[in-house]
């Protein structure tokens, strides 16, 4: 099986940062306003007028990035609505250097992941309803999007992927994949190919070439490498509330506890989560993205040893089906849900009993302490059978999912 050494860093990342940015944040009722509420272009193209980030947008929100411990942010270039973030060099003058602002805003987003250490990926639409060419002659439709693909590859500097997404729209054409990736490869050797197989057909493998499966919205689930000729990395993306690009009324929006359960599920499956957010027409975020991810930063922050390198190992454990371990060499971390918050029965409904938990280790265990404040976790060992007494948490915190380490 064919290994390569970009597939395993980018699973190294475990979590990332998702934008859905363009003229659309302008209209603010998400990225596929206008298709969906057919939107004629005359109505729709106003927003080029308004659309100015402000100056330090993409230094921002690569701060907020870092701050939620995302390692890598995968930026809309283009979607589905045909409007580039990146200067086209001619191409078509849909284009950030065209609208209000005049600048190109990859060239910033850029600048702002490479001062920082993070890393950037360019998502791309492969469906276009602007371009005549994608309706009207498909051949020549594609050597437009080889080209706007091309200047993605050569204008930027290394860059860490490619996200594609759209070819579900016309799944019997000949998309010439080969051709596509193929132009990746030459210039982008190492970056990461990946294209969004959708909500229909999650985590289904396809082109040879392609580097990472797709997962969507709280759904992972353990990718069989049995028959691949090479190794292939997963991603799950997944939105706050109900909309990819900026709905100023999507009050919709789940929990942290619950982006807190969804990054350790994709972890448990090897999967890496890319979170989305979608910036206001300045390239702001809402003030409850903001906070959702500086909190979640804090609970990564609390756990970052246990998120990154550790990878499934197949041991089963027993108590709760939530539960499950991750390993790295000879460390091992047991990831515990469900546990409740102890205290006077008058503030907290939780109980004060311990919750045990088994599993099989041959190892033997040195040392096994909480990741959050490095105390020890009661546990007891006979022969393999391992079994770990938690306790509730103690009044003062509720950490939703608690990671313990394990020293063999
Ligand atoms: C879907 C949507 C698209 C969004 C993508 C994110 O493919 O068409 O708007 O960018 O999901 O995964």
């Given at each position: 099986m064919i290994v390569n050494e970009y597939v395993k860093q980018f699973e190294k990342h475990g979590f990332g940062m998702f934008v859905h940015f363009g003229i659309y944040s302008v209209h603010?009722?998400?990225?596929w306003a206008k298709h969906t509420l057919a939107i004629p272009d005359e109505e729709y193209d106003k927003a080029l007028k308004e659309f100015c980030p402000k100056a330090d947008w993409a230094k921002e929100l690569v701060a907020t990035a870092k701050a939620a411990g995302c390692k890598y942010i995968t930026l809309t270039t283009r979607h589905h609505d045909g409007f580039?973030?990146?200067?086209?060099l001619g191409l078509n003058d849909y284009d950030a250097p065209h609208s209000?602002?005049?600048?190109?805003l990859v060239r910033e987003f850029v600048d702002a992941c490479n001062a920082e250490g993070i890393v950037p990926f360019f998502y791309h639409t492969l469906?276009?309803?602007?371009?005549?060419s994608y309706r009207t002659d498909f051949k020549k439709y594609l050597a437009y999007l080889r080209r706007s693909i091309e200047i993605l590859c050569t204008q930027y500097?290394?860059?860490?992927g490619l996200w594609f997404d759209g070819m579900w729209e016309k799944?019997?054409?000949?998309?010439e994949e080969d051709a596509l990736y193929g132009l990746i490869r030459k210039y982008q050797p190492e970056a990461m190919i990946i294209n969004n197989t959708g909500l229909?057909?999650?985590g289904a493998l396809g082109h040879i070439e392609l580097d990472s499966v797709t997962f969507e919205r709280g759904n992972p689930s353990p990718i069989n490498l049995?028959?691949?000729?090479k190794y292939i990395a997963s991603e799950m993306c997944e939105i706050f509330?109900?909309?990819?690009?900026?709905?100023?009324?999507?009050?919709?929006y789940k929990s942290l506890a619950q982006m807190i359960r969804e990054l350790c599920l994709c972890r448990r499956y090897g999967s890496n989560m890319l979170l989305n957010v979608g910036p206001m027409a300045n390239g702001e975020l809402r003030l409850l993205d903001k906070a959702m991810l500086r909190t979640l930063g804090e609970w990564v922050a609390l756990h970052e040893e246990a998120l990154r390198l550790p990878r499934p190992c197949g041991i089963e454990v027993q108590g709760d089906r939530d539960d499950f371990l991750l390993q790295n060499g000879a460390e091992y971390y047991l990831f515990r849900h469900n546990l409740p918050m102890a205290a006077d029965p008058n503030v907290a409904i939780g109980d004060s009993k311990g919750y045990q938990t088994e599993f099989r280790m041959p190892e033997k265990i040195r040392s096994m302490t909480w990741l959050d404040d490095g105390s020890a976790v009661k546990f007891t060992q006979d022969g393999d059978k391992v079994t770990v007494y938690s306790e509730p948490f103690?009044?003062?915190?509720?950490?939703v999912v608690r990671i313990a380490k394990i020293s063999t």
């Open positions: 603010g009722k998400g990225e580039s973030l990146y200067d086209t209000a602002c005049g600048r190109d469906l276009d309803w602007r371009e005549e500097g290394k860059i860490g799944p019997d054409e000949d998309w229909s057909a999650l049995a028959d691949s000729p509330a109900d909309h990819w690009g900026y709905a100023a009324r999507d009050f919709n103690r009044y003062g915190g509720s950490l």
